[in-house]
């Protein structure tokens, strides 16, 4: 099976990240959600896509991104959660 990837335009994102520092100004925390948040993709995208936005503002590439079937997505979620639990269950005695 071939990885897919989301489909984003980097002329959009372009497009979107200078239209609000037009409107503001600047480009601030409220930048990255305004793009993120015109891009439209589910939720499970949001940190993949502001590491890639984050990167790509300060002069790097914005990387694609795999798509992620929901089961992928709830094992990621999962093991961030054991680990959470694991790390605070050593710390208390």
């Known amino acids: 099976m071939k990885n897919q990837y989301l489909n984003i335009n980097i002329k959009d994102v ?4 200078n239209s609000y520092k037009e409107w503001y100004g600047t480009f601030d ?5 305004y793009v993120i948040e015109q891009l439209n993709f589910d939720d499970k995208y949001y ?11 300060k ?10 079937t929901n089961n992928d997505y709830n094992k ?10 694991t790390q605070g269950a050593s710390t208390s005695s």
């Open 47 to 57: 940190n993949d896509l502001i590491s890639s936005l984050h990167n790509f503002v």
């Open 76 to 85: 990621e979620t999962s093991k961030r959660t054991s680990r959470h639990r």
């Open 29 to 33: 925390k409220e930048g990255y959600k």
């Open 14 to 17: 372009e497009y979107l990240i």
């Open 59 to 68: 002069g790097g590439e914005f990387y694609s991104i795999k798509e992620r």
